[in-house]
């Protein structure tokens, strides 16, 4: 049956049931949805919905407690490698080396990802120019601000193409002129590569511009699926954040978010 | 080749850019050096027993390098706390091409540490008895490096705070330096402390340290190389695994 299914459909990402607990908090519950190949396709949520887990458990780096998934047709569980080569990724949390400069890291990275030499040097040329730090390539990263930091990450995420480019809140603290340049960029790469992008965000203009299909996404759980017009037929709403707060019956929690936050910087140090 | 080139490339940057890990690394190395060489050394000396830090200079050349080696681990929970970590488990390349990049490039750094030492030791007045056999010294140092690069990488895989790692370094390393021959010889030991020093990889290193440095050997040195080795890779192998079961 299932062989069937995916024959018949192209979904380059395919999530059944996937559920995650660290230890007796449910993070991710039992959530369902697939990807179409070329997709834009966005998680909306506020911080603690579980965004992150998922992407860390389709990336390979963490392990789900139960739930199937496919990734390029490959389970990120048994098949990393293939599922590996198959994806690039922006993280949420920091992920430089703060003792090598700029240029270096994405030296590294492109070396790790097998981007050939020259592709290589004239992509992250064009890279670090795009997000101007090009004149500071060979500085310390640790010497930059957050907001360097953060464009850093983001080129470097896309010096090797890859069929699925999953961007974890890759705007987070940038201002928006910086961030509508970036989704351009990616935007771009969406349209002449055919790439699938996942992102997730809590910014709901973001959601609403860039992603053909958004879920949204509160306590673990999809509470909504569609394109941004759907999820507004559905809830006879006229904004996304008017669906959202019909969906979740919440606004961003903005505040009980960051006390989540807090706990899980806690629970991080202790392991 | 160029995943592993590029990791130990990182390596030695990191380490080159940090001068006090270098100067700090050489601190306890030295005191050994002065402790002994200038202290004990007169004492032993006066009672006829030749030059003392002759004997000791292999032993405090392994010592260095295995606490440059063993600790070099730390990066691994360095880098899990400050994210980098991430890159390498999301990229695309063999858990033991990463283990082998990392493992070169600590075990590099180490080397270069047990040569710093061995320059000290010589600057303190020790004298190799045999010249020829240098480069076989440092390719002994260069096995012992790598066992124990390899083996501070795999218990680094198992831990993610800094503290639990020391920890279990400090138990670790003394025993193993005290009961490797480092500072006394291996012969005349008691059964129990005998069997010890046989199981213990450093007495190898040791060994072969001392054949090529000063010419007295327990084991010989086809004993020492091999030993060496198959350890080496039996770690490295464990290694990969445990680094492939890191989860962030
Ligand atoms: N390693 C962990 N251990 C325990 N709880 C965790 C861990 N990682 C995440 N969580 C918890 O799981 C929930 C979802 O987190 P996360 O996926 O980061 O949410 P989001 O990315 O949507 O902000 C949060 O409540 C968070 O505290
Ligand atoms: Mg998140």
Redesign the interface.
Known sequence: MFMENEKINNNIIEVQGLTKKFSDFVAVDNISFSVDEGEIFAFLGPNGAGKTTTI?IL?????PTSGKIFINGSDPRTEQ?DV??A?G?V?Q????????TAL?NM???G????VPKEMRQKRIEELLKYVELWDRRNELVKKFSGGMKRRLEVARGLIHHPKILFLDEPTLGLDPQTRNHIWNYIKGLNQTEKMTVFLTTHYMEEADKIAQRIAVIDHGKIVAMGTSAQLKEKTKTNSLEEAFLALTGNIMREEEANSTDRLRMMRR?R? | MSTIYILWLRQLKRYFRSKSRIVGSLGQPLLFLLAFGFGFGQVYQKAGGGNYITFLAPGIVAMGIIFTALFSGIEIIWDRQFGFLKETLAAPVSRLKIMLGRTLGGATVASFQGLLVLLLAMAAGFRPQNIAFLPLALVFMLLISLLFTALGTAIASLLSDMQGFQLIMNFLIMPLVFLSGAFSPLDGLPKALTAITVVNPLSYGVDGLCHTLIGVSHFGLLTDFMVLSVVTVAILIVGSYLFSKIQI
């Open positions: 860390k990336t390979t780096i963490l392990q490698n590996r080569r994806f990724i993280f949390d920091p992920s430089l080396d703060d003792e090598l270096e030296e590294f990275h070396v790790l990802y097998k140090m392991h």
